[in-house]
């Protein structure tokens, strides 16, 4: 088929299935005590670079979803006509990603953080040392993010979580760089079965990232917290998930982030923690 005929196809596929773009939330990462020991919210936003990169990955990723074939071909005639009308979701996306993988300034300090818990830092079990709030507050803002939820007392990720965590990766170019995974459970019920659910959730994540999408094992990294201080709230479901979910839904939960640009060079060895 002449080019003259895919353009009008392209078009018509890109008018009907356009993303709505999204206007930037806040994260309530927990709350604090004041000086008088009231509790106050912590609002946290999202770095401009990164919401740009998130928001662009969303709609690229819509675009896809809606034309997957026509998409693969779209790719192609970007290569060559990066400034077409039809290509613009492709272009976006990649200067969106460029901007935030190569500005040394904004990844500094995400490089040291995620060498740290490829280090051991993100190994939380029980008492085990873990990733410091600065850092994981760090991670909220700078990395893009998937949450997949369970249901009570489930570790399994079932059909649709699956393809929801493979299309982000897929999309975001994730599995070349390097996932860090937090496990939760809500608190409901007692503490040391809660974190064997975390870690359980944390775990089933790991293995399918691992076993069914490729990713090199020394590239995914966990942390399992039963902290209150790193318990969701329901402004953070807001911000973190598109569905609307009770505080004790999002606890029940695996938050993924990716790290589409890391290129440290991890050892052969594992990063799972063992099971208390």
Known sequence: MKLRHIFPVFLTLAACGGAQ?????????????????????????????????????RQLGDLRDQVDEQSRRLQVICLDYPDHEICQPETRFNFARKAFCE???FTKHVDEVVAACHQGECKQVDEAAQ???????????????????FRASQTELDTNDKKDLQHFLETIGGENGYVIIVGRASKDGQWRK??????????????YLVENLGMDQTRVGYITYGQDKMYLTELDAKRLSEKKLTETQA??????????????????????????
């Open 21 to 57: 773009k999204r206007e930037g939330e806040t994260l309530d990462d927990g709350a604090a005590e004041d000086g008088d020991g009231k509790t106050s919210v912590q609002i946290v936003e999202y770095e401009k670079k990164t919401k740009e990169l998130m928001e662009a990955t």
């Open 103 to 105: 500005d040394p300034d």
């Open 131 to 149: 990733i410091s709030r600065s850092n994981y507050m760090l991670l909220t803002q700078r990395l893009p993010h998937q949450l997949i939820t």
């Open 194 to 207: 809660n974190l064997e659910l975390a870690l359980g959730r944390a775990e089933k994540t790991r293995r």
């Open 251 to 276: 606890n029940r939960s695996a938050l993924i982030f990716s790290y589409p640009c890391y290129q440290g060079k991890p050892s052969e060895t594992s990063l799972a923690p063992a099971v208390p």
